[in-house]
């Protein structure tokens, strides 16, 4: 595949921890981003009805999405599976009317299901944040975002450091997020997001000021 699309965060649930730990596994780049709203639906088997629903599957982010209607209902039995579409294709595999899924309208259009409950996210500004990767190391020449990851020494005062070369050459950061490293206990990788382009010198020259003090640091894309 040229690109992959992964979720990144969703405004209500937010961060999708995993996945940073995939930017960090593979040697892909960030090439674009987007926004999509969120709707959940809530899916059954044509033919089905509330009073049958027994238990509940989808992505973990989607069932706390919904968790206000779902836990209105204790004895629903709420089921972790891989995505949302899983969930739906899970429910026209099975044919068992006791089964929902949360999922989209169109992954229900897709497995021919029936919406039980429609938009049953809380949160109705929801919306989740994808990443568009490629293999290919390219970057944008209009870009404004750029997203880096970093390991510090564990030391006091060490991130106060880092981020203050980000201060000093005025560029702005809109996003920080942390990871625990493997093997390291309380240590942890930082990922952010700052407004500029590659080719900016206070980009270039906080980049440079931060992998002088970092473990290591890398430059997850510019777009």
Not at 95 to 124: C, F, T
Request: net charge neutral.
């Amino acid at each position: 595949a040229d690109y992959a699309v992964i979720p990144i965060e969703n405004s209500s649930a937010g961060a999708v921890s995993s996945n940073y730990d995939l930017l960090i596994r593979h040697d892909n780049v960030i090439v674009a981003e987007i926004c999509i709203p969120v709707r959940h639906m809530l899916l059954g088997l044509p033919g089905a009805s509330l009073g049958d629903v027994r238990s509940v599957d989808s992505q973990p982010q989607a069932l706390l999405q919904c968790s206000e209607y779902l836990n209105g209902r204790p004895e629903w039995r709420q089921i972790s599976v891989e995505n949302t579409a899983v969930a739906a294709r899970k429910i026209i595999e099975d044919r068992d009317r006791s089964q929902a899924a949360v999922a989209s309208q169109s992954a229900g259009r897709l497995y021919g299901l029936q919406i039980l409950a429609p938009g049953i996210n809380h949160n109705r500004e929801n919306a989740t944040r994808f990443l568009i990767l490629s293999r290919n190391h390219v970057y944008c020449r209009d870009a404004r975002k750029v997203s880096l990851c970093f390991e510090l020494p564990h030391r006091s005062g060490t991130l106060y450091n880092m981020l203050g070369n980000l201060i000093y050459n005025g560029v702005n950061m809109r996003m920080i997020e942390s990871r625990p490293i493997v093997g390291r206990n309380w240590e942890y990788r930082f990922f952010v997001d700052v407004e500029g382009n590659l080719s900016d010198p206070s980009i270039q020259n906080a980049i440079k000021a931060m992998s002088e003090e970092a473990a290591n640091l890398k430059i997850l894309g510019n777009y």
